[in-house]
């Protein structure tokens, strides 16, 4: 008889905590948003929810409408409704009870009294212009960094919770959560021609392997703030392609070039590393850590490695060297300034 009773009352509030769950919705079929710029384009909200998100240029202005319903007979009297947006200048609309309600506002509380509650449904109206496409950016070695940098950004268009107000704490049902991605004409083109760049289709076998550690890396930098970096790498990772595939195997001469030009990405990299180094020691900031020294110790030797052999090559002898010398000329360039400015900050830190 005890344990039939224990049964019973897990069963209530189990019961209980699935109808407190259940409190709101939104009719996706119903609500929609448009961009007020291209002549009220439209999107049914259901397209927000799909894995493949949405994109819309910085800057547009968009105007969402959200139709809500109240799921629950009986709403505690403590519950509220909390919406936000990720949209810039926000406005919202709170249209209920033929009133009609507007607040500039990202994040705002709404539906918080008996009587509010009594509505059986209510339309929720957001305008706002499309966010700057920047995301966090990442550096090797330095996760305590925050910055940003250009990239695709996931937003939110909006997020509607429903809390209890007693403590404006406890969740009880997220309602719905929609998002989209944020872009601009540049990060779209540079993005295109690096996909493109870094096209895999024809990689020289012998080389395949350096060739798609080196294509990760460009991706890398494209998805972490980095796009207009990505984008020479890219370039150079494309021409670099090109001659390797023109090469037969065991060749020597333009394959030396050609292999020395692959290590400007290596340069440009430790450019960046240097400059975030340099900015930290500069400043006075926290200690860089032994490990970190190390790394770019074996860095410096493999850039005083490339400048040697660069110093050493007699291009008149290597077919097409003329197309070539420019090419060459911006290596021994990169890899000089990178090894003096590592070097020096090397000193510094020592």
């Given at each position: 008889?005890?344990?039939i009773l224990?049964?019973?009352?897990l069963?209530?509030?189990?019961?209980?905590g699935v109808?407190?769950?259940?409190v709101?919705?939104?009719d996706t079929?119903k609500s929609?948003?448009?961009?007020?710029?291209?002549?009220?384009?439209?999107?049914?909200?259901e397209?927000?929810t799909?894995?493949?998100q949405l994109?819309?240029l910085e800057?547009?202005?968009?105007?969402?409408?959200?139709?809500?319903?109240r799921?629950?007979?009986?709403?505690?009297?403590?519950?509220?409704?909390?919406?936000?947006?990720?949209?810039?200048?926000?406005?919202?609309?709170?249209?209920?009870?033929g009133?009609?309600?507007?607040f500039?506002?990202a994040k705002?509380?709404?539906?918080?009294?008996?009587?509010?509650?009594?509505?059986?449904?209510f339309e929720?109206?957001?305008?706002?212009r499309?966010?700057k496409?920047?995301v966090?950016?990442?550096e090797p070695?330095?996760k305590?960094?925050?910055?940003?940098?250009?990239?695709?950004?996931?937003?939110?268009?909006a997020?509607?919770t429903?809390?209890?107000?007693?403590d404006?704490?406890?969740?009880?049902?997220?309602v719905?959560?929609?998002?989209?991605?944020?872009?601009?004409?540049?990060?779209?083109?540079?993005?295109?021609?690096?996909n493109?760049?870094?096209?895999?289709?024809?990689?020289?076998?012998?080389y395949?392997?350096i060739l798609e550690?080196?294509k990760?890396?460009?991706v890398?930098?494209?998805?972490?703030?980095?796009?207009?970096?990505?984008?020479d790498l890219?370039?150079?990772?494309a021409?670099?392609?090109?001659?390797?595939?023109?090469?037969?195997?065991?060749?020597?001469?333009?394959?030396?070039?050609?292999?020395?030009?692959l290590?400007?990405?290596?340069a440009?990299?430790?450019?960046?590393v240097?400059?975030?180094?340099?900015y930290?020691?500069?400043?006075?900031?926290?200690?860089?850590?032994?490990?970190?020294?190390?790394?770019?110790?074996k860095s410096?030797?493999?850039?005083?490695?490339?400048?040697?052999?660069?110093?050493?090559?007699?291009?008149?002898?290597?077919?097409?060297?003329?197309?070539?010398?420019?090419?060459?000329?911006?290596?021994?360039?990169?890899?000089s300034?990178?090894?003096?400015g590592?070097?020096?900050i090397?000193?510094?830190?020592?």
């Amino acid at each position: 008889m005890k344990k039939i009773l224990i049964i019973m009352i897990l069963l209530l509030v189990c019961a209980r905590g699935v109808s407190a769950q259940e409190v709101l919705s939104i009719d996706t079929s119903k609500s929609f948003v448009i961009i007020v710029d291209e002549g009220g384009k439209k999107y049914m909200l259901e397209e927000f929810t799909r894995p493949d998100q949405l994109s819309f240029l910085e800057g547009q202005q968009l105007e969402a409408h959200f139709f809500i319903r109240r799921t629950t007979s009986n709403p505690r009297d403590t519950y509220v409704l909390e919406m936000l947006t990720d949209l810039g200048n926000a406005e919202w609309q709170y249209e209920i009870l033929g009133n009609i309600t507007r607040f500039k506002t990202a994040k705002l509380t709404v539906w918080n009294t008996p009587r509010e509650h009594s509505v059986s449904s209510f339309e929720v109206v957001l305008s706002g212009r499309v966010p700057k496409p920047a995301v966090r950016t990442e550096e090797p070695y330095f996760k305590d960094y925050i910055g940003e940098g250009p990239g695709f950004r996931s937003n939110e268009l909006a997020v509607f919770t429903v809390f209890d107000g007693r403590d404006a704490i406890t969740k009880v049902q997220v309602v719905g959560q929609y998002t989209f991605v944020s872009t601009n004409p540049d990060i779209e083109r540079y993005m295109g021609e690096i996909n493109t760049n870094l096209d895999t289709s024809s990689l020289p076998e012998d080389y395949a392997d350096i060739l798609e550690e080196q294509k990760e890396y460009i991706v890398t930098l494209s998805k972490t703030g980095h796009v207009g970096l990505a984008l020479d790498l890219s370039r150079i990772y494309a021409r670099t392609v090109k001659d390797l595939a023109g090469i037969a195997p065991g060749e020597t001469g333009t394959s030396t070039i050609t292999g020395l030009i692959l290590g400007v990405l290596v340069a440009i990299l430790l450019a960046v590393v240097t400059g975030v180094i340099g900015y930290k020691v500069g400043q006075g900031g926290e200690k860089v850590s032994d490990d970190v020294i190390d790394q770019m110790e074996k860095s410096y030797n493999t850039l005083k490695e490339h400048s040697e052999k660069l110093g050493h090559i007699d291009i008149s002898s290597v077919p097409g060297a003329e197309q070539q010398a420019a090419e060459l000329e911006t290596v021994k360039r990169q890899v000089s300034l990178s090894t003096a400015g590592l070097k020096n900050i090397l000193n510094r830190l020592r």
